[in-house]
């Protein structure tokens, strides 16, 4: 399983961005898939995860109601909307996918793209 990220930048405080992870190499449709971000000196934390049928979506309480992520099984590929932008979102921004079901946790998913660097400037 391979995960290509992409869509990060910089942007003023306030601003928008959208990250894009296309998986290849599985049955996209029966995978988690979850963004996790880790700033710099701090640990990899959990940012959003959208479950395999589609339906279970959860978020970090620190991103609720500024950011969206959804998934399209007919490209492969999962999307993190991001408004509202604060520069403590500032962060390298992971991909991740794990079998069937979500998790919270970094360690339970097998699979990771190569990061995309976020940068929020106030």
């Known amino acids: 399983v391979h995960l290509q990220a992409s869509g990060g930048g910089s942007v003023q405080a306030g601003g928008s961005l959208r990250l894009s992870c296309t998986a290849s190499?599985?049955?996209?449709?029966?995978?988690?898939m979850a963004w996790f971000r880790q700033a710099l000196g701090k640990e990899r934390e959990f940012v959003a995860v959208?479950?395999?049928?589609?339906?279970?979506?959860y978020y970090a309480d620190s991103v609720k109601g500024r950011f969206t992520i959804s998934r399209d099984n007919t490209k492969n590929t999962v999307y993190l909307q991001m408004n509202s932008l604060k520069p403590e979102d500032t962060a390298v921004y992971y991909c991740?996918?794990?079998?069937?079901?979500?998790?919270?946790?970094?360690?339970?998913?097998?699979?990771w793209g190569q990061g995309t660097q976020v940068t929020v400037s106030s």
């Open positions: 991740a996918s794990r079998k069937w079901y979500h998790s919270y946790s970094a360690d339970e998913y097998d699979y």
């Open positions: 190499g599985c049955s996209f449709g029966t995978y988690a």
């Open positions: 959208k479950g395999s049928g589609g339906v279970s979506t």
